[in-house]
C-alpha cells in the first residue's frame, strides 16, 4: 500500500478546470475534515464490536469520499477495510484500523498544501 502515491490532486483541478469555484474545492476539504474522524470512530467501534457489515458499510462510505479527493493510499486502506468486511474476515483488522488516523492526517495535509485557503 505504501507504493501507492499519497495524493493525486487530479481529481480536484479538474472540477477547477470545469469552472468550479476555488471555494468549493474549499468546502470539500472542509467536509473531508469534519466527516472523516467521525468515519474512523465508526469502523474503530465496528472492528472492536466484531460487525463486519458495519465495518464494510462504513469502510465504503469512507473509501468514495477519499477516491473523490484523490487520497489514494488512504483510499486503499477504506478498500481494504471493506473488503475485509464483506468477507467477514477481521483478523487483521485492527491493524487497518489503528492506520487511519495517520492516514487522515497526511491525507489532510497533503490536500491543504495542494490547496491552500
Partial sequence: MSDLPLFDPAQLRSLLELGAEPALVQELIGLYEADAPERIAALADAAARGDAGRLMAEAHHLKG?????????????????????????????????????????????????????
Fill in 65 to 117: 469520499s477519499l477516491g473523490n479527493l484523490g487520497l489514494v493510499r488512504f483510499a486503499e486502506l477504506a478498500k481494504c477495510l471493506e473488503t475485509a468486511g464483506r468477507e467477514g474476515r477481521l483478523e487483521g483488522v485492527a491493524a487497518l484500523v489503528a492506520a487511519l488516523p495517520a492516514a487522515h492526517a497526511e491525507g489532510l495535509a497533503a490536500l491543504k498544501t495542494a490547496f491552500p485557503a
